[in-house]
């Protein structure tokens, strides 16, 4: 019997070629598409999987009740390391890292800038990297020992054996290498190229030590691995007020554990209460996904419908002769999930022809698990759902056929025939307008964003890391740069324009006891303001004129809109303890989320600046402009490679998700235009045929 089932399917599939070809082309694409979808989906979704103990390892985050609201940090107090360690029964170990941080790594002739963290030598034992030498229980125990990731040994060592050589960090220390790790999967939260021990940290940045007593300093990230998962709750009621009792109580900040397994998806916050996140992208082409399968399958449907009366007679004599429905209707199954089949196999043949292309577009590593007995079962899975739900409406519409009516010809037909498949269409439209729509809304919230005031000159200007041979270097290459003309003006500042690295509290006359707001920080030296191209709305800027603006602060316009101060210039506010004279307000500078209102901030004159910024002089030759300075800084900065970064680009990075999540809907818009267009090009073939 299902021999005869496959043979008629075959027989009638070589009949209707042209039909039989936009079904399997529809099908094809709203598959590929389904697929390719999907292999982003599950790469989201088994973020940091590949780490065994994932579900027991959390990180330490801070709610603080301040501004009305609850904002959550995901950085910690340095005492919270150790105190965590004898806190609860529960907790098995605690580790603490530095914010990743791109340090120049040499061996020989051969330097490279990388990226890398110092961690306490339990990071390793906790995370369980995969590891191709050296033990991790031990590789982090000596302050002269560093580890390296296999493709960053290579850069340096090329086919060499790496361990036991050395290596030169930051023109500064040589440390050892002692075990080598596998490079780190891209879904991973960890980015790093090397990990350098806490001790050596310590031994050569004096302020770490200063802040291991100090509670009050939240510059740190400090993770926790528990004995069981289920004491999590336990855990969290008993570190909670850990701040507090450690005389941190100016605020109201509670400590929690956030689960490893929730980083990826869920580190949004609003209010202390979690808000999503890439979930939100996931939830979304997910259904992205379903809607073009859909539309897909209900191509198959009124095409199958709209040659029902090509197959009446066929149904007919199949009844006169003994046919039940059930055969009837497994026939008409199997012929879709034949056709669901050969478009799967065809849909495989695209997925891995686009591969290379999707994944530069969607930044990924993705392919096609075809090892996997998983992928398999899911590709099965696949074939039955889309054959089962395109070919069902067909198979018992077909079936339902009295013999009588349609050997005599009286099949019906006219309006109440074509209404299904109307009804049908206006679905799929229904559907495709939304993917459309859906695109046009997201771009034009782009573009929104994109065009708000920046409040600073992003052309060309250019930031790079400070290390201690250009801080000690600084104001001899500045001159030389701007006395040059390669540079209209530089300056030093604790973070670039395009990113916020620290936040404080500030005092002014008549705040409100109650009344506790954040204030964004910047630390810098002279011409911060003219190089970052920030107009000055009342008072003046930092000057070398006025020996005095060493206590002397500025505050941006939503600062003062908080502050609410009448004759701003010359108020004297408190900050840390001291007195500083408010010497000029500055316009609003959006250098956080391009998505949010910019928050108040004020600038200082201090030392704790870790980027240099310069704004190149016009020129029509800006390669030209950039070796000319390249050769400047080889001079005065000989140890490091001259790498640097545009202001535009990074602020570009910052929609990086939301362009992505664009592109692709209008990729997917497009196709499922494209597939409910296939659908009305054999509908019409059809009623041409029919009135012929």
């Known amino acids: 019997m299902l021999r005869n089932y496959l043979m008629i399917a075959l027989r009638n599939f070589s009949k209707n070629k042209f039909y039989t070809a ?10 590929t598409c389904s697929i390719l979808i999907l292999l982003w989906v599950f790469d989201e979704l088994s973020f940091n999987k590949f780490i065994p103990k994932q579900k027991k390892l959390y990180q330490v ?37 530095s914010w990743l941080g791109p340090h120049l790594l040499t061996v020989g002739e051969t330097k490279m800038n990388r990226k890398g963290h110092y961690v306490s030598e339990e990071f390793l034992e906790m995370f369980e990297f995969p590891v191709v030498y050296g033990d991790p229980a031990k590789a982090l125990d000596e302050p002269t020992s560093i ?50 021990p806490w001790s050596y940290h310590r031994q050569i940045n004096p302020w770490v030590i200063d802040n291991e007593d100090n509670w009050g300093n939240y510059s740190f990230q400090v993770f926790v691995e528990l004995n069981d998962p289920s004491t999590k709750e336990e855990v969290d009621s008993q570190i909670r007020l850990m701040l507090q009792e450690h005389g941190e109580d100016e605020i109201k900040t509670e400590l929690f554990l956030y689960p490893m397994e929730r980083w990826r998806l869920y580190s949004n916050f609003e209010n202390g209460i979690e808000k999503g996140g890439m979930s939100d992208f996931v939830q979304l082409f997910s259904l992205i996904a379903v809607l073009i399968l859909m539309i897909a399958c209900i191509n198959f449907m009124n095409m199958a419908t709209a040659r029902s009366v090509k197959r009446a007679k066929e149904v007919g004599i199949r009844k006169t002769v003994g046919s039940t429905k059930a055969m009837l209707v497994m026939q008409f199954l199997i012929e879709s999930l034949l056709i669901s089949a050969f478009a799967f196999i065809l849909a495989i043949l695209i997925s891995e022809t686009l591969l290379p292309f999707y994944n530069n577009l969607v930044e990924k590593q993705l392919r096609i698990p075809f090892e996997s007995a998983g992928f398999w079962l899911a590709a099965l899975a696949l074939v039955l759902i889309t054959g089962l ?25 006219g309006r109440k025939a074509s209404w299904p498949r109307k009804i049908l269409v206006t679905i799929q439209f229904m559907f495709a307008i939304f993917l459309l729509v859906s695109t046009l809304l997201i771009y034009q919230q782009l573009q929104l964003v994109k065009n708000r005031e920046l409040g600073y000159n992003q052309s060309n200007l250019i930031s790079m890391e400070l290390n201690e041979e250009l801080k000690k270097n600084y104001q001899a290459l500045k001159n030389d740069l701007v006395q040059s003309g390669l540079v209209e003006s530089m300056t030093i500042s604790n973070s670039p324009v395009t990113d916020i690295h620290s936040n404080n509290f500030l005092g002014w006359p008549g705040k409100p006891e109650e009344e506790k707001v954040l204030f964004t920080t910047i630390t810098c030296k002279y011409d911060y303001s003219r190089t970052m191209g920030i107009k000055v709305l009342e008072g003046r800027d930092f000057s070398e004129d006025f020996p005095s603006d060493s206590t002397a602060i500025i505050v941006n316009k939503a600062a003062l809109d908080v502050m609410k101060l009448a004759d701003p210039i010359g108020t004297e506010l408190e900050l840390w303890g001291s007195k500083q004279t408010l010497i000029g307000v500055v316009d609003n500078v959006l250098m956080g989320s391009p998505f949010q209102e910019v928050k108040p901030l004020f600038m200082i004159m201090d030392n704790w600046g870790g980027y240099v910024t310069m704004r190149i002089a016009k020129t029509n030759d800006l390669s030209a402009r950039l070796m000319d300075i390249e050769a400047k800084m080889k001079k005065f900065n000989p140890a ?53």
Do not use: M
Request: net charge neutral; aromatic share 12%; hydrophobic share 45%.
């Open 22 to 31: 936009l079904n399997v082309i529809g099908l094809s694409i709203g598959i």
């Open 147 to 196: 580890v390296l990731t296999e493709s960053t040994a290579k850069a340096l060592f090329g086919n060499e054996d790496p361990i036991n050589k050395t290596v030169r960090v930051d023109d500064a220390g040589d440390l050892q290498v002692v075990a080598i790790l596998k490079d780190l999967p891209k879904n991973c939260s960890f980015e790093f190229d090397f990990l350098i």
């Open 640 to 692: 490091y490679p001259f790498d640097y970064s545009f202001a535009d680009q990074e602020f570009q990075k910052k929609f990086s998700t939301i362009e992505l999540t664009n592109k692709l809907s209008g990729i997917f818009a497009a196709l499922s235009i494209f597939i409910t267009g296939l659908g009305l090009l054999g509908l019409a073939a059809f009623t041409a045929e029919q009135r012929t």
């Open 389 to 413: 739900l395109s070919g069902s409406y067909p198979a018992f519409y077909l079936s339902s056929f009295k013999p009588i009516k349609v050997l005599k010809g009286k099949v019906l037909t």
């Open 61 to 97: 985050w801070s709610n603080a009740n301040f501004d009305n609201t609850i904002n959550s940090w995901l950085s910690v107090p340095l005492p919270i390391y150790p105190a965590l360690k004898s806190a609860h029964a529960n907790i098995r170990n605690t580790a603490v890292a």
